[in-house]
C-alpha cells in the first residue's frame, strides 16, 4: 500500500516503516492540522513504556506549545497504551496486550461543531 497523505494510515493496526519523503509529506499536511486545532489529544502504542515515554517527548520537543508533566513516574509492564493531552497536561500509561506499533495524534476543537480527527498510526520515531 502506497502511504502519500495522512487518509493513508487510517486502515492500518501498525505504523508502517516510511521513507524520508514520506515522512516529509505526512508531516506537513499534519502539522497544517496540528496548528489549526484548538488541542490535540496522543495516543502510543508501544512494546514498552519506556518507548512510548521517548515518543512522547519526541513530540514535546519538536512543539514548544505541547508540554506534559510527570513523565518519569509513568510505569506499565509489557506492551502499553499511552493517552496524553496538551489541554489538561495530563498522561496515563497502561499495559494493554494486542495492539498494533505507532503514534495516534487526535486534533481537538473548543466548537462542538467542528470535529475532532484523528491520525496515524504514526512511527515512534517520527517526530525525531
Known amino acids: 500500500m502506497e502511504i ?6 487510517n486502515n492500518l493496526r501498525t505504523a ?7 515522512e516529509k509529506k505526512l508531516l506537513e499536511e499534519l ?11 496522543i495516543g502510543i502504542m508501544a512494546p514498552y513504556d519506556n518507548s512510548a515515554i521517548e515518543a512522547l517527548r519526541s513530540i514535546a520537543k519538536k512543539y514548544a506549545s505541547i508540554k506534559f508533566q510527570n513523565l518519569d ?7 502499553v497504551f499511552l493517552k496524553a493531552n496538551q489541554k ?15 503514534i495516534l495524534i487526535t486534533c481537538q476543537y473548543d466548537e462542538d ?11 515512534l520515531d517520527f517526530f525525531t
Open 31 to 41: 502539522e497544517a492540522n496540528i496548528f489549526n486545532a484548538d488541542w490535540i489529544t
Open 4 to 9: 502519500n497523505k495522512l487518509v493513508d494510515l
Open 88 to 102: 489538561t497536561g495530563n498522561v496515563f500509561v497502561r499495559t494493554e496486550n494486542g495492539l498494533g506499533e505507532g
Open 113 to 123: 461543531a467542528k470535529k475532532s480527527n484523528t491520525f496515524g498510526p504514526l512511527p
Open 16 to 22: 508502517p516503516q516510511l521513507s524520508n519523503s514520506q
Open 73 to 79: 513516574s509513568l510505569h506499565a509492564d509489557g506492551c
